[in-house]
């Protein structure tokens, strides 16, 4: 025993671990010590233990893991929400609106907001959370975004390459993406990003941010393919991507492509060569009106995928993978199961946080399993099924996030 406090959580309707197994256990019990899940079982085999819970029936899952979102802004866009409902269309020009606010804003402005917005994350079952700069755009402005997400969130992500600010040449300021801006956020950062698309970064110079962002040892991930079929998908698996993100408009060779980075992976086991991860958007998708990504036809192809809020003040202000969930049931024909694992092992798998160390503590988050994170969220349902089942319905009951009870 490790002498932490102990919990355990009996009477569990269905325990959906999306563990490597994928087992999905019936009248099943788990218990907690510390941060860590220490024991899984069934209701009637369970261990004594310092706490006790109840579950009553209700279905218990992995926190949901949101992979990719942008917490570090201020400001609003409900204009540019307006006008696109009364048919403009999305463009990456918006993103100015956000700097210029959020250049605006104190430290304690910009703290507090994205506080707000993982606390109404965590309210809704994530417990594990992403966020990218990409709204301050100048040195100074990025290296406090990167900063304050660091004091945020669980992973940070770098996006000096969102867009090209007004008044500076692309060139030069992809110069500096890759030089000045790269060196003062790399302290806070583990990953770097580039929106690789129409208006907003070109392959040439998407390919330039890659590859100075990879020789700083940031880990990668491209937002493409996200308004028309481009050469972000095939940048990602050309840089060894962690993931790609949006996806929506993909061609044969680009599913091909990102199938094949999956050949030396064995999903059966969790074990091999980790490939790029086709991370959809789904919120994101029906807030732009562009067709959701094809995330049916990933699957079947043998490409793992990921379902991500992409929490922003253009494309998708919302924090609720609930709905992202529901979505890709309802909308893009994944099975209840499938559409959970990509909302949690999934992004764990986006972010490299999928297996562990039980040893030295870095603990894998998006399964439950023995010396995993104990990151739970309880349904006020009896199965996952109720996610797609009822929809808009708001089904969080309860939430441990590293073994602590958050909601
Ligand atoms: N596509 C690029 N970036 C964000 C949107 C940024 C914005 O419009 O503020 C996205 O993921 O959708
Ligand atoms: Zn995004």
Redesign the pocket.
Known sequence: MSGQTSTLISNIGELMTQDAEHRVLKDAAVVMEGERISWIGATADAPAADRFVDAEGRAVLPGWVDS?S?LI?AGD?TA?FEARMAGQS?S?G??A??TGATRAASDDELRSLAAGRVAEAVSQGTTYLES?T??GLDVENEARSARIAAETVDEVTY?GA??VPAGADAEEYTDLVCGPMLDAVRPHVRWADV?C?RG?FTEEQSRRVLAACREAGLGLRV?GN??GEGPGVQLAVEFGAASV??VNYLNDADIRALAGTWSKWDASTGTGERGTVATC?PA?DLS?RQPLAPGRALLDAGVQIALAA?C?????YTSSIAFCVTTAVLQMHLSVHEAVRAATYGGALALGRESGNDVDGERAVGSIAVGHRADLHMLKAPSATHLAYRPGIPLTFAVWRAGERAV
Not at 312 to 316: A, E, M, V
Request: net charge negative.
């Open positions: 990719h942008h802004f866009r540019e999305y990456a918006g993103i609106v956000t990218k990409g709204y996006l969102h867009l929106f698309e907003a937002h996200q308004l993100d949006h958007l994101c732009t992409n922003n003040p253009g494309t998708s």
